[in-house]
């Protein structure tokens, strides 16, 4: 039963940690991703009350996702908003808090269950992997920033890309490994 949860846990990741769009449309969109984590939440549940924290703040993720399945692309140069203008700021805020509130209460239902069936590995690895996690929000925050001044933002973002996706496979690895071992 673990297992199913766990899987859903990998693969939601996916959907969630990559963004690659094709004419504004996201071909993985987060929506799925977080849709997945609400039945691994709904399985893994009995097992810790940080799964029931991250459900409940997984509710609004799936809502907010729906934001971002399509986005028109730029036209032109300068700053752009978006359809929703300031508000797509607000919007784009409160998804990364709730965000980061979601995966935070993950890895530490996932550090209670190895904890309590005494699995120091995956406990251990449960918080390294949340430090990462944020690390690398913190350095998308930060390449945002850098966007303003557009000739030294293009190493850091592709910095940026290449360790979110290496994080990604670490993650999605280390949700199979959950799944086999708790």
Same mark, same amino acid.
């Given at each position: ?22 004419? =504004?449309?996201?071909?993985? *969109?987060?929506?799925?991703?977080? $849709? &997945?984590? !609400? /039945?691994?939440?709904? @399985? %893994? ?32 140069? =300068?700053?752009?908003?978006? *359809?929703?203008?300031?508000?797509? $700021? &607000?919007? !784009? /805020?409160?998804?990364? @808090? %709730? ?47 850098? /966007? ?35």
């Amino acid at each position: 039963m673990n297992e199913n949860g766990f899987g859903k846990l990998y693969w939601g990741f996916l959907f969630i940690m990559i963004d690659f769009k094709i004419q =504004g449309f996201d071909i993985l *969109p987060d929506i799925i991703g977080y $849709i &997945l984590f !609400a /039945i691994g939440f709904s @399985v %893994l549940a009995a097992n810790s009350e940080y799964f029931k924290k991250a459900a409940n703040f997984n509710i609004p993720m799936i809502i907010l996702s729906v934001f971002s399945i399509y986005e028109k692309p730029a036209q032109g140069g =300068g700053i752009h908003f978006g *359809p929703f203008g300031p508000l797509g $700021i &607000l919007i !784009a /805020i409160a998804g990364f @808090v %709730l965000g980061l509130l979601v995966v935070y209460n993950l890895f530490m239902g996932i550090k209670d269950m190895a904890g309590k069936q005494d699995q120091m590995d995956i406990y251990e690895e449960s918080d390294k992997r949340w430090e990462q996690y944020l690390l690398l929000q913190l350095a998308a925050i930060f390449a945002i920033v850098l /966007i303003f001044v557009p000739f030294i933002a293009i190493i850091p973002i592709i910095a940026l890309l290449i360790a979110s996706i290496a994080m990604t496979v670490v993650i999605m690895q280390f949700m199979k490994k959950c799944g086999e071992c708790l």
